[in-house]
């Protein structure tokens, strides 16, 4: 580690302020990525603006058709609220799918969603469910904040404040875990909104989480398993490392779609 300014903001006005005021400043959320980051010397602010003292930032409500949940409420709080349980219960179980229960008690959704990592879960319940990031400054659809690989569409001095999930018909996740960090090698969120439009994101496959056009427009015909079922998915960008070859994730993008849709039915 090397010397740099803590501050605990109060407020997110407070936050804002020191933030730009910062030659390098950063957001210090649940740490979980950040800090080993830091201590890799990948990332060096000077100034560390710390999150978890503001209240306004944390909690889970629910406001007419949607589930608000506060950017710095933990991924173990979504797993074990009673009311994501009972109004998106997929979101609530996706949420008890990542990490540890170390990663789950320290981790925040406002962290996951802003890290954009190509493997988190978070990005594929928001794609899936159509959900709307909050941030200090303006609202922004899940469809166009993730942009590529650790890329979003916030601004460098943007706080994510809240995620909105509208209520859903039905939903289901899925994912092939890596065995060591539990990160999706992939994962594929299925969802039928309150609109009955069908929503297929998949996470863990490529740079960014995508959707599967295709199996959308095949379960919006036959909500089966095998609807889908001969769909390729053409993995030519798909990532490709250690854990898993760009074939084995286009396999897999199938095998855990069916599986969602089969949950769900
Ligand atoms: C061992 C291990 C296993 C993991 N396994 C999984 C897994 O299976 N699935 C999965 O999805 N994730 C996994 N994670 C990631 C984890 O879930 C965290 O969510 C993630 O690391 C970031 O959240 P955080 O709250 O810790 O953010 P931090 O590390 O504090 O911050 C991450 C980044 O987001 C920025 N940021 C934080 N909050 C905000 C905000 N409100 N507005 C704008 N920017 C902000 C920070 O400045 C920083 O750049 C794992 C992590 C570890 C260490």
């Not at 936050?15 to 910062?22: D, F, Q, V």
């Not at 799918?97 to 406002?110: A, E, F, H, K, S």
């Amino acid at each position: 580690m090397y010397e740099f300014d803590y501050h605990k903001a109060v407020s997110v006005d407070d936050a804002l302020k020191s933030l730009t005021s910062a030659s390098d400043g950063k957001l210090l959320a649940g740490g979980m990525t950040l800090l080993p980051t830091m201590k890799q010397r990948l990332a060096s602010p000077d100034v560390l603006v710390d999150l978890a003292g503001i209240d306004d930032m944390k909690g889970i409500r629910k406001e007419g058709d949607q589930i608000v949940i506060g950017a710095m409420t933990t991924h173990a709080e979504v797993n074990l609220s009673a009311l994501v349980q009972k109004e998106i219960p997929a979101l609530a179980e996706l949420a008890g799918l990542i990490g540890d229960p170390q990663v789950r008690n320290r981790g925040t959704i406002g962290g996951s969603v802003a890290n954009a990592d190509p493997s988190a879960d978070y990005p594929a319940a928001l794609v899936g469910l159509n959900a709307t990031v909050t941030t200090n400054s303006r609202s922004i659809a899940a469809d166009e904040f993730f942009v590529d690989l650790f890329e979003t569409a916030l601004d460098e001095e943007e706080i994510i404040t809240s995620v909105s999930f509208p209520l859903a018909r039905r939903a289901a996740y899925m994912k092939f875990p890596n065995p060591a960090s539990r990160y999706a090698v992939v994962g594929t969120f299925v969802a039928e909104l309150a609109d009955n439009s069908i929503r297929v994101a998949v996470t863990g496959a490529g740079g960014s989480v995508f959707r599967q056009a295709e199996m959308e427009a095949a379960l919006g015909k036959s909500f089966t398993a095998d609807a889908i079922e001969g769909i390729a998915v053409d993995g030519d960008e798909f990532n490709e490392d250690i854990h898993a070859s760009a074939e084995y994730r286009a396999h897999l993008v199938g095998v855990m779609a069916r599986r969602a849709v089969a949950k769900i039915a």
